[in-house]
C-alpha cells in the first residue's frame, strides 16, 4: 500500500493545544518525517485532524519524540466536538529515535480525529507524522 500525506487527501489539523511557529501543526499532515509540530511543554497537548468527509479507518501510525501516553478519539460531526473514545496507547522510550506505532482502529468512520497526549517522556514532545489505513 502506498501512503499519500493526509494533506493531500485534504485533511487539515483544526485544533491544537499550543504551536511553535518553527514547528507549526500542518507539519503533522505533511508526510515528511523531518518535519514535525513541537509541543510548548505541559500536558496534556492535543491535536484535531479533520477529513474532508467521512473516512473509514483501520489503523492510525504516529511517529513522534518523547510521548508517553497518548489517547485517540473520534467523531463524525461537522463539528470538532463530543468526541468518543476510540483507544488509549503507551509509547516505548526510544531514547532519540523516531517512535513509529500502528494503532488499529478496527471499524472507526471519523470526520475528525483527537489525539490527546496525557503523558511525555520529557517536557517537550514531537509529532512528526501521523498516517491512517482505511
Not at 492510525?60 to 518523547?66: G, I, L, Q, T
Not at 463539528?79 to 522510550?93: D, I, R, Y
Request: no cysteine; hydrophobic share 35%.
Amino acid at each position: 500500500m502506498i501512503e499519500s500525506p493526509l494533506s493531500s487527501l485534504g485533511a487539515k489539523v483544526v485544533v491544537v493545544a499550543s504551536s511553535d511557529e518553527n514547528h507549526p501543526p500542518e507539519n503533522i499532515i505533511d508526510g515528511n518525517t523531518n518535519t514535525f509540530w513541537m509541543s510548548t511543554g505541559m500536558f496534556p497537548q492535543e491535536f484535531i485532524i479533520r477529513f474532508a468527509q467521512p473516512t473509514g479507518v483501520s489503523a492510525v501510525s504516529v511517529d513522534s519524540h518523547n510521548v508517553k501516553h497518548l489517547k485517540i478519539e473520534k467523531n463524525t460531526s461537522q463539528n470538532a466536538s463530543q468526541f468518543e473514545p476510540v483507544t488509549a496507547k503507551e509509547f516505548e522510550n526510544t531514547e532519540g529515535h523516531l517512535q513509529s506505532n500502528t494503532i488499529p482502529l478496527i471499524g472507526s468512520t471519523a470526520t475528525h480525529l483527537r489525539f490527546i497526549i496525557t503523558a511525555g517522556y520529557d517536557h517537550f514532545v514531537s509529532v512528526h507524522r501521523v498516517s491512517i489505513q482505511n
